[in-house]
């Protein structure tokens, strides 16, 4: 069976979770990895006994032995970095939100297309199980026919060593709705499919120029969804969903503890030990949910198939993001086109 080569640029607190799981995944080769820090390099290839290392991404992606990269960057340089990697031949993993903009994606996607690549972008809600198995009795119609949903995303990334680019809105892209708010846009379309249009109201609690706070409702012709999303919040990020049917209603919380079940039994093959505490799990010990993507990404590669979250579904989500400031400003529904 092929083993896949891939490399990691960016050895930030998402890019030590990719390298991690690379390590373990079956017929995966983490074959090299790049960052502009001396330290973070050495210790990361010390670490998961990486030999190629890189200052400069250019350099790394002109290894012809690699198949594959990803990109775990600030959001202003994934543009470049994607751009330049589909240039190289490289299927790509991005982290979300893939770009700033839906500028940005679409000429990411167009040279990705031009140069016959894969581009899956990293929505790791929809690996997880709760969200999962929401999908599935939307499937089967066993809370009858869904009239509404909510959906919402708490947490703060203004704890612990926070990089500067966060606080600079042209850097990230945005706010919360472009950290947090995209991964529950994501679910719902899906759930649902395209939405026809979208009213948001967004708030400036803190002391910067981007919004802390964000209430959105999409129309997905005749079913309501509400998200909220809010940076306020510290300590672990908290999600959840609710599906309103007209025979019952189904939450993500009713199946929290079968995640739990498969998480621990993830870790304690993936790292060697079961982990109790899973506070912050996703900077310290390893996302499940990530590497359940990054095996679907590399098994996509491996087979020649479609990559279940594209670049596509990023761009999407993107456009809803925008149409929601356009709404939040004018005080109205916007059509979403």
């Not at 899973?278 to 993507?293: M, T, V, W």
Request: proline fraction near 2%; hydrophobic fraction near 40%.
């Amino acid at each position: 069976m092929k083993i896949i080569n891939v490399g990691v640029i960016g050895l930030g607190r998402l890019g030590q979770v990719h390298a991690q799981a690379y390590r373990s995944l079956k017929n995966v080769n983490l074959y090299s990895i790049c960052d502009i820090s001396d330290r973070r390099l050495s210790r990361t290839a010390k670490k998961y006994r990486v030999k190629k290392t890189y200052h400069d991404y250019r350099e790394m992606l002109e290894n012809s032995k690699i198949d594959a990269v990803s990109l775990c960057l600030p959001n202003y340089l994934y543009h470049p970095t994607a751009i330049a990697a589909a240039e190289m031949g490289k299927h790509i993993f991005v982290e979300k939100p893939l770009a700033r903009n839906s500028r940005e994606a679409e000429e990411i996607l167009k040279v990705v297309k031009k140069n016959n690549v894969k581009c899956a972008v990293g929505f790791s809600l929809r690996f997880d199980y709760r969200f999962r198995a929401l999908k599935q009795i939307l499937l089967n119609g066993s809370i009858g026919k869904v009239k509404s949903a909510s959906a919402g995303m708490f947490g703060s990334p203004f704890h612990g060593l926070v990089p500067k680019w966060l606080f600079d809105r042209e850097k990230i892209g945005g706010g919360v709705l472009i950290d947090l708010g995209c991964h529950m846009i994501d679910l719902m379309r899906w759930y649902f499919g395209n939405p026809s249009s979208i009213f948001a109201s967004l708030k400036y609690l803190s002391d910067l120029d981007m919004e802390d706070q964000a209430t959105i409702i999409l129309d997905f012709n005749g079913t309501n969804a509400i998200i909220q999303t809010g940076w306020f919040t510290f300590g672990e990020f908290f999600h959840r969903v609710e599906l309103h049917g007209t025979e019952r209603i189904a939450s993500s919380f009713d199946f929290a503890d079968k995640e739990l079940q498969m998480t621990r039994k993830l870790l304690k093959a993936s790292v060697g030990k079961v982990i109790e505490n899973f506070g912050n799990l996703s900077y310290y010990s390893g996302d499940p949910r990530i590497f359940r993507e990054l095996d679907h990404f590399t098994k996509c590669l491996r087979e020649n198939r479609d990559t279940f979250t594209s670049g596509k579904d990023a761009l999407a989500s993107l456009k809803i993001i925008e149409a929601a400031y356009e709404s939040d400003k004018k005080g109205c529904f916007i059509q979403i086109k």
